[in-house]
């Protein structure tokens, strides 16, 4: 049998190597199965340090064997998902913060670090690591590098991009190359650093990053909190508060569907909102802006606008939008998606997702960083082996008409296996083209995460 | 003889192909040449649109013909230089603002629109373009893309790439494609806009660009002036400014060397000054922050500490550090680096370039943009053919430094020619082959801009 696991087994240490079906089943899966059912994996590694990476990468390079990357196994278009005959390397075991530098601010992070951790152990410091996705106590950053994640913050800080100097990568062909720097600007040779993020393990395997951290902002920024008829009306006035250049640090929205199914959980009197807004500004003068974008909200037909300055009024505020994903899970199975528009076509964006639901007959839950324009329409359906015909037609339908208007199919959790088929839709052959260059010099032998992303 | 430019000037509009000595003498040069001079170029071509750009470079591409693209022709690092036997492709003509969308903050400009008119543009709606290199009214946003260029502002704002959503970029087969976006996020396939900005034209010719406009602050922001007794002190206090977080929109550092020039040629009443710092901090409590600056400073020993909110002193003192290239210029032939170093290695960094000058005899006039850790040490020498050997020496010495502390070879200005004998010191093998391997894959003949960068 191509690739003796005796072979690998030798090259790493004791144990290492797992081929216990229920464990190797438990790590064939990330948080897509529903639509993106994993393959049969033939092991599972569990890296300590990049040279059982490398160890592993280039076991699988001499003979030819897929690799699939993960870290929390969070993924939300399934490319953590096993691909038949591949090994699974899990980098959840490389969890070191190898240092914070407090004068430069930047830390030195393994690929299997949680991303609150990560914050937490800069908060000790007064700084922060900005991105923030809703998944932050039980995603690595690893895999938030490897989709490029966004959060609730991005609106202000930007994403996991933005915050990355440089990179310790395990290329296709087992080699270790570091990326980038520790300084805040540099252009000595290609920004290898920015072509492997957001890359989903399709380039290489990243093990360690160097990241950027910033000044921590107050603790109990102003909190805003408005309720609106409709969801197209809530839309309205985020492009408004964006146009009024208030540079707010968080501007998430929340649709009727999605208050409904919280409520139904928590009980928490949302019920009958059609339309959540939050917005929180975490400058000095944050209850002024909060205060500016309150009577924005009024003007743009809010039924109640509520500014506090209260820590926990903020933290309900914000649990309320973190509990978004897992309530609308209880109603069935899921499909969650992730376009991403230009920020004054928001209010077009929704209308045409309420249409795709309407037409197809499909129930969808649409939450949304409104101020980046990016809007997460889950798509619920009961529990079956397939994902029925309508829920593809409606999800087809959203991801053209986020093209059409300027848009992208996918934000901030990368392409996976879901969006695969409207990829050159939107980049074009000759982008297909140069995509396909570069996987083909980087990795020759098609090895690394196959079938996903690009 | 290869390449016919009769078969290039058929297949462009009347007169593009210009072969007369003194007009493509003159665009053979960038500002490096007393250290990168020019080779001999067969022709040289001012496109008007991407369509002329594609097919100049498909025209090389079937003849094996080298590609110089240029814009103002402003570069420090002779990354326009023209090489022998190659088609100097001007973008320079292409100068069309085609869009500015204050709703979404963003522009779309030509390759050759000139970095201060885009500003202008921006500012018109509120915004501002905020990459501000000091070339800023001479040259172009395809120049400041080629090599990541950073500025004044950057220390709050960032560089180039951190202001581009997407690109058009003619490749080396002269197919035209199109990166990135409209939208504020997006994961969709690679990172291609990244990889080919800061690539020096060495993957392909950047026609035009998406570019990230931002709020425009305040126009009389807080500005702080103080004068050290040495740079050392200087640097000292500017790493104190940063540690206190304050965030400065500007932060600058000119040594005796340069304020001397400036002084011989401007009689400004600096010239008995051993280090002058200038700062700004552009927030509504911009004053505050200022206050703050200016007691750092005394505590580190500042001669003289000014904070003003005056227009005009502020202006007075941003020509002041916009002069010094020219003021140092008139010294002698000159070789601008542009190292950079984690910021708190700032005051070390500067110690080592004042060491380099004095073992090697050479007279080095140093400024920085001191909140990015980015020097631009300045040798200075005699008008002669050759770069005397202590220049090279101390540049040497300069380079090691940079890379011994964690830093890079260059922040802003790229690799060019110049830099090109340390970058395997700096990126590592492994690092190189993966530069080869996608140069290779974008540029199989290796026509883009061949010799420069990478």
Redesign the interface.
Known sequence: MAGDLDELAAALPEGRVVTDPDVVGAYSRDHAEAVAPPGQARCLVSARDAGEVAATVSWASRHGVPVVPRGGGTGLAGGAAAVDGCVILSLAQMNAIREV??????AVAEAGVLNADLDRAAAAH?LMYAPDPSSYEISTIGGNLA??A?GLR?VKYG?T??AVLGLEVV?ANG?????G????????????T??F???EGT?GVITSATLRLR?RPAESPATLAASFPSFAAAARAV?AI??A?L?PSLLELLDRVTLRAIDDWKHLGFGDSQALLIAQAD???GARRAAVMQRICTEHGALLADVSDSEAQARQLLDIRRLAGLATERLGAILVEDV?????RLPDMIERIEGAADRHGVLIATVA?GG???LHPVFVFDHQPEVPASVWAAADEVFRAALDL??????????GVI?RRW?AA???E??M???R??K???DPAGIMNPGK??
Not at 175 to 179: F, G, I, L, N
Not at 182 to 192: E, F, I, N, P, S
Not at 340 to 344: I, L, N, T
Not at 406 to 415: A, F, I, Q, S
């Open positions: 530098d407090p004068a430069d601010e930047l007064g989709t490029n966004g991005c994403v991009r933005d290329l080699r270790v190359v570091r990326t720097r520790r300084t805040v600007k540099g252009v000595a040779g290609y920004d290898l920015s072509l993020v957001g890359s380039l000044p492009t964006l146009q250049r540079q400058t000095d003068d991403c528009v230009p920020r004054s960083h980046d324009g990016n300027g848009g992208t199919l996918t934000g901030e959790h990368g392409v969006k990829l939107e980049l074009g000759d982008a083209a140069v995509h260059a570069i083909g010099a980087l992303g690009f």
